[in-house]
Each structure stands twice: as structure tokens, then as C-alpha cells.
């Protein structure tokens, strides 16, 4: 009789990272993007951060699968660059700066990257955003310029 051979299949690497560990990558390895900013390099990869965080790129992948709810290193850096546009996009500050301009500061390889990868999650276009930024800090100005209205009584 021959040994049946039992097929096992190999424990998902997103498994094999503990949770503390990945936990503590995590945290490593949004403290590196952010604080160095490393996001806005659009030729930064995820083999690039583990020769810097001295991990293996598995590892990086299953702790970012991990904490974006299965999201992966590149959505990850997207969403980084999103949120650096949307600051900047309703920045006074920043309101001379073209809105290709800002999608390459963001770190976005081109405009058309830039304005797809907006589209896609905020479901409008980063000139769009900005004008609706605009507008409402118009309206808000207004409403704090406007005097008090005046109350029944005192008419």
C-alpha cells in the first residue's frame, strides 16, 4: 500500500509576521515614509525601504496588508501622496502653484497619475477639490465678515 501523501499548503506570509512584529514594522515603516517624506520619490519602491529598514520586502508586504485592510506598499504610497496634494491643495500658502504643480511636489510621476489616482478616490479632480476649498473658505470669510443678525425684538 502506498503512503498517501498529505498536500499541505504553505502558511500565508502575512501570517508568519506576528502581530507585535508587525505592529513595530508598521509604525517603522510609516515613520520612514513620512518623516523623511520618502513617498514623494516616485521611483521609491518597497525593495528600497527593506534594504533601509534591513527586512525583507515579504515582511514589509504582509505588515502594510496587515494595517490598510489587504492594501499593498503602492497603495499605501498613493495614499500618502493623496493626503500631502489635499494639504497643499488648501493651503493659502500654496494657492499661486499650479495643481500639476502640486501633484508633482506630492511625489506623482505626471499629471495624468496625479489626476487619476484623485479621481479614483475622492471621485473629482484635484482642480475641482481646490475650487471647492475655495469656495468655502470664501463663504466662511463672508459669514465672519458679515455683521450679527439682528433679532426680532430689536427691530
Known amino acids: 500500500m502506498a503512503k498517501q501523501q498529505v498536500k499541505t499548503t504553505p502558511q500565508s506570509y502575512r501570517n508568519r509576521l506576528a502581530l507585535k512584529r508587525s505592529d513595530e514594522l508598521f509604525v517603522r515603516i510609516m515613520n520612514k515614509l513620512s518623516i523623511g517624506k520618502l513617498y514623494r520619490n516616485p521611483n521609491?519602491?518597497?525593495r528600497m525601504l527593506a534594504q533601509e529598514l534591513g527586512c525583507d520586502t515579504r515582511h514589509i508586504a504582509a505588515s502594510v496588508a496587515v494595517h490598510t485592510n489587504g492594501g499593498n506598499f503602492r497603495?499605501?504610497?498613493?495614499?500618502?501622496?493623496?493626503?500631502?496634494?489635499?494639504?497643499?491643495?488648501?493651503?493659502?500658502?500654496?494657492?499661486?502653484?499650479?495643481?500639476?504643480?502640486?501633484?508633482?511636489?506630492?511625489?506623482?510621476?505626471?499629471?495624468?497619475?496625479?489626476?487619476?489616482?484623485?479621481?479614483?478616490?475622492?471621485?473629482?479632480?484635484?482642480?475641482?477639490?481646490?475650487?471647492?476649498?475655495?469656495?468655502?473658505?470664501?463663504?466662511?470669510?463672508?459669514?465672519e465678515n458679515d455683521?450679527?443678525?439682528?433679532?426680532?425684538?430689536?427691530r
Do not use: W
Not at 455683521?147 to 430689536?154: K, V
Open 44 to 46: 521609491y519602491t518597497s
Open 75 to 143: 497603495m499605501l504610497i498613493n495614499s500618502l501622496k493623496l493626503r500631502e496634494a489635499c494639504r497643499l491643495l488648501k493651503s493659502k500658502k500654496h494657492a499661486g502653484y499650479s495643481v500639476e504643480e502640486i501633484g508633482l511636489s506630492a511625489g506623482f510621476a505626471s499629471r495624468q497619475a496625479f489626476y487619476v489616482a484623485f479621481h479614483r478616490k475622492y471621485n473629482v479632480t484635484p482642480r475641482e477639490f481646490r475650487q471647492e476649498v475655495q469656495a468655502q473658505a470664501s463663504a466662511a470669510e463672508i459669514e
Open 147 to 154: 455683521p450679527a443678525p439682528c433679532c426680532e425684538g430689536d
